[in-house]
Structure formats: structure tokens, C-alpha cells
């Protein structure tokens, strides 16, 4: 599915696509980001607390003394790119794409060659198989201000649009269709509260700058 994340400056957009790669990461989803993230002190915190340790002391109980065989854990890894045809493979995982507009204003949806284009049209079927023969599915997160600075194309693909809010440091996340977006009384299909965690914001850089796509791709078709 292709999700947009929108809202106004200082919302937490970007850290929101943040949150969601850590979760995508221990369900053991590959993760592929525009943007760097670095989530090692994150987890150094994560491992502290007593949740963490409860639930490792309790699959060391059951494999020690039960004699149950437990999988281990598989995590996703995160990939960077800078190009965006460089994701025209990936099948199966979670792409992120901060400040979308920046590839796919209307003048960048043009100047995407055919194998680009095709890939939004088509992502659903790019699918992939774990170890254990689950299928994984293709799923593209982009981070905007305003859904209408993406392309109309674009927008025709797009399954789900999250408005985000932020009161102190509580973020709302509202789900909606890409259709009820712009209606006065839209349905709101999801609501997602989530609070401002420091070591999590520290694992990106607010100011990276998102500089678009270099025109490799272009060189390639000449």
C-alpha cells in the first residue's frame, strides 16, 4: 500500500516514519529510508526497561526449563538510498520517503522513467517470501505538508492518508481514505496516540537535507 503522512511543520512527520521503521524492524520487515536513522542508543535504552527484561527472562525460562524450541527472533535491516530509482527491485519491505514532494510534484512524476512509474503503479505484486515462506508485502510511507503537492497520478495511488497533530508531547495520528481527505465531514477509520520519546528523535537528523533525486536515471535514458 502507498501511505501518505501529512501534516504542518513540527507535527512529527518525520518522526513518526521514524517510529513506524522501528516497529517494522522487530516485526522483521526489511526497511528502506531516504533519510538516515541510527536507532543503537535507542535500543541501548529499550533494553533497560523493565518490559525488555521481563519478556527476555521469560523466553529464557521457557527454552531453559519448559525444553521449548523457540525461533529466534528474526529482525529487518534498513537500507539508504539517495537515488530514487534505486528501489525499482525491492520486493517486500517498507519504503520511506521523507518530504515526498520532492520526487513526485507533478513535474517530477514526469521526468520518472517508465520502470519508476511502473513500480507505484504496480507495487502490490512486489511481493517477497521470508525463511519461513510468509509473504511480505510492499508498502511505501511518504512524509508531505500537504497531500495536494504530490501529483495527481500519485494521489490516485495512494491507499491511506495520516494527519498528524502534536499537543505537547502527545502526537494523534487520524487515518483516513485518500477520498475523504478533502471532505468537511471525512471519516476518520483510525485514531493513534504516541507520545515524544528524546533517544528516538535523536536517531535521525532534523536537519538532514532531502535533496531529490540525482539525475542518473535521466542519463540512463539518453
Given at each position: ?214 539525475n542518473d536515471h535521466k542519463k540512463r535514458r539518453t
Amino acid at each position: 500500500m502507498i501511505n501518505i503522512v501529512t501534516g504542518k511543520p513540527g507535527t512529527g512527520k518525520t518522526y513518526n516514519l521514524v517510529r513506524l521503521a522501528y516497529g517494522f524492524i522487530e516485526e522483521g520487515k526489511d526497511v528502506y529510508s531516504n533519510f538516515y536513522i541510527n536507532f543503537d542508543k535507542y535500543e541501548q535504552k529499550r533494553q533497560k526497561t523493565y518490559a525488555y527484561r521481563i519478556r527476555n527472562f521469560l523466553r529464557i525460562f521457557v527454552i531453559r526449563y519448559l525444553g521449548i524450541k523457540l525461533r529466534p527472533k528474526r529482525l529487518g535491516k534498513i537500507y539508504f538510498w539517495k537515488r530514487i530509482d534505486e528501489f525499482v527491485d525491492i520486493k517486500g519491505g517498507e519504503i520511506l520517503i521523507d518530504e515526498c514532494q520532492i520526487y513526485f510534484n507533478s513535474r517530477g512524476w514526469k521526468d520518472l522513467p517508465p520502470e519508476l512509474q511502473y513500480k507505484f503503479q504496480q507495487h502490490r505484486k512486489h511481493i517477497k517470501r521470508d525463511e519461513n515462506g510468509k509473504i511480505i508485502g510492499l508498502n511505501i510511507w511518504g512524509a508531505v505538508q500537504n497531500v495536494r503537492r504530490i501529483d495527481t497520478v500519485i494521489r490516485e495511488l495512494v491507499n491511506n492518508v495520516f494527519i498528524l497533530k502534536k499537543v505537547g508531547v502527545v502526537f494523534l495520528a487520524k487515518q483516513y481514505d485518500i477520498e475523504e481527505v478533502d471532505k468537511e465531514n471525512k471519516i476518520c477509520y483510525s485514531r493513534v496516540f504516541f507520545m515524544f520519546d528524546k533517544t528516538l528523535a535523536n536517531s535521525y537528523d532534523t536537519f538532514q537535507e532531502i535533496t531529490g533525486f540525482e539525475n542518473d536515471h535521466k542519463k540512463r535514458r539518453t
